[in-house]
């Protein structure tokens, strides 16, 4: 079985996504770490080195790849994966269970704010503008986002809480 989590950074999709396969007995795997893993690299030297072309290409190679072993895993997807290339086709091909884990902007801010150095996307968006940020860039991926047969809105839940509703909706 293979469970993947989309959604957008800060959503919590390595939290949940960790818990869920303990309790599923699953692989866990971190997509953008699987990707460091494999390239060698970090994802910002990735950018700074070969630049946001490449890094797309490689992503959608990566993702092509791990879809096809059919691993028994649950994956966590980077907050951008399902918005490039084919990739949100190649991932509803692959497994229905696919999970997009919705918080409203206003959440995403309260929980990016405090990591902020750790996410070189917003790391040097002003705080003031966080918010409309975020909301234009939710604008422009939610059209992936929500292709995912399930959704899961998650505002003040836990991630256990999170794990046991995706649970539930497993194919």
Known sequence: MTIVLLG?????KSTVGKILAKKQ????????DYIVENEK??????????????????ESNYLKQLL????DAVISLGGG????????EYILKATPNVFYLKLTAEKL??????????????????NAEMLEFIRKHLFERNFFYLKSPNIISVNDE????????????LA
Do not use: H
């Open 109 to 126: 801010v309260e929980r990016l704010l405090p990591e902020k150095e750790q996410r070189p996307l917003v790391k040097d968006i002003p």
């Open 158 to 169: 836990l991630p256990e809480e999170i794990a046991v509703l995706v649970q539930e909706k």
């Open 81 to 88: 994966t399902p918005c490039f290339g084919n990739n949100m």
């Open 68 to 71: 096809q072993d059919d691993k």
């Open 8 to 12: 957008y950074m800060g959503s919590g």
């Open 41 to 58: 690299l970090s994802i910002p030297e990735i950018f700074k080195q070969k630049g946001e072309i490449y890094f797309r290409k490689i």
């Open 25 to 32: 007995s699953l692989e866990f795997i971190d997509f953008d």
